[in-house]
């Protein structure tokens, strides 16, 4: 079952990390870092963790670790009487990866809505049904976008507050 839920999280590495290198534009090993990171949970990464289950060179893992502290994508602890680091995901980054979410929904949110109000002015000119736009799109679009960002503020107040 171990062996199992092992080759389980390597397939999820590589799914996610394709889809953490696409949105946030970083090289393959740091996006399967970050990758394997999540997977891992809060008990957190050990530098020789990522070297032995991503099959890189320690001065590979070492130069991708350094960038990613730096764009605080990681933290890092310690436990007391080991002198291992411990890899987490920054909750900062988290929270800023939600912060850009809601700012692109509202801004797509306004440019529907404006859509929408010129649409709406040229169906009042027209007299042809046949050319009359359809609100349906932008009304439901518009719906689902506050819906998705007060999900959004919510989760981001449960990590804030706990």
Known sequence: MEKELLEEKHKLVEKLGVVIEKNNQLAPVAARIISYVVLTGRSGVTFDDLVTNLCASK?????????????????????KGDRKKYFIISKCHILTHMDNMINSWTSEKELHMEMKSYKEKMNEFNDDEAQVFSLDFHNNYITFLNEATKSIIKLKENIVYK
């Open 59 to 79: 001065s590979t893992i070492s130069t991708h670790l350094n960038h990613l502290l730096d764009l605080k994508q990681l933290e890092y602890f310690t436990k």
